[in-house]
């Protein structure tokens, strides 16, 4: 275990259906991120929290919601996604915002089936 | 804006072959860079990171990149690979001030016993 733990690790759902991904770390870092991991395709970055507030959101639709209560969790919402939303949707954390002299710490992933 | 172009997208080696994966940035100002690696079936992590001071860092499991700011490249090297370097291979840069690691595409290593 990295210390970044995501669950579910995989979860099928149809189009109509809303879930939650969620992530958990107990590193004492203070910023948190949602990376989303396709075949062939560079890391996309969806989103950014420093401290709990959402720093940057990367042009992500609506039907992706994320939810960071407190500096340990950090959930994206599912809902009416569609096929090609299938990914394996990657949760990080860093001490510091964009992991100056730490890099990034990365949980396992969940990887996401849409049918 | 940042960009991260790993050129290689599959590199195929036999044990004991030396290494090296491309890796280059589009920044203008002070960045920081990233490999990570990423073996089947696990979490990416962290294998080097360059900030600052020798542009020749040397990370876990005898890799090894070096930076090269003329030619914005932060290429990965190893002198002789294992069976066990088989993964993908991924570059990152962060821009000073940047709130985020900007990934490249990945390498997929694999590596023939």
């Known amino acids: 275990e990295t210390g970044v733990t995501q669950t579910p690790r995989h979860l099928v759902m149809g189009m109509t259906n809303k879930k939650s991904l969620k992530c958990e770390q107990h590193l004492g870092h203070n910023a948190m991120y949602w990376y989303k991991q396709s075949a062939k395709k560079p890391l996309e970055l969806m989103f950014v929290?420093?401290?709990?507030?959402?720093?940057e959101n990367n042009s992500v639709p609506s039907r992706f919601s994320p939810e960071c209560p407190n500096s340990s969790h950090l959930f994206l919402h599912l809902h009416t996604l569609q096929p090609e939303d299938s990914a394996l949707y990657l949760c990080a954390s860093s001490q510091t915002p964009a992991g100056v002299n730490d890099g990034y710490t990365f949980g396992s992933g969940t990887r996401l089936t849409v049918v | 804006a940042q960009s991260v172009s790993q050129h290689n997208h599959h590199v195929i080696l036999s044990e004991a072959a030396s290494l090296e994966l491309g890796c280059n940035y589009s920044y203008g100002g002070t960045v920081n860079l990233f490999w990570y690696v990423q073996y089947p079936g696990q979490h990416l992590q962290l294998l080097l990171k360059y900030f600052s001071g020798d542009p020749l860092v040397k990370g876990i499991k005898g890799f090894e990149a070096e930076f090269i700011k003329s030619k914005f490249s932060f290429n990965l090297r190893k002198p002789s690979v294992q069976w066990s370097d088989t993964a993908e291979y991924f570059c990152a840069v962060n821009g000073a001030g940047a709130q985020k690691l900007v990934f490249g595409q990945g390498t997929r290593l694999t590596i023939n016993p």
């Open positions: 929290y420093s401290l709990e507030e959402r720093v």
